[in-house]
């Protein structure tokens, strides 16, 4: 059985490609490597998403995949 993470003490950081906007995902280390927990920037007390770590890097890699090809 899974327990969602506790992120009410959590430190969370945001890409280095937001550029200071409040527009994006933020992440929190805190939890490696059960879970990666997710939040909208824009909405700090509202919903937070865990992924199983394998899942997040395959969504980062696609995202950099993504990147790579478009730019």
């Not at 939890?31 to 899942?55: C, E, H, I, M, T």
Request: glycine letters at 4%; proline letters at 10%.
């Amino acid at each position: 059985m899974y327990t969602f993470p506790d992120t009410t003490s959590a430190v969370w950081r945001k890409s280095s490609y937001s550029q200071m906007a409040n527009d994006c995902v933020e992440i929190t280390d805190h939890f490696l490597p059960a879970a990666v927990p997710v939040r909208d920037s824009k909405a700090p007390v509202g919903p937070v998403l865990a992924f199983p770590v394998p899942s997040w890097e395959a969504f980062v890699m696609g995202v950099k995949s993504l990147a790579r090809s478009a730019g």
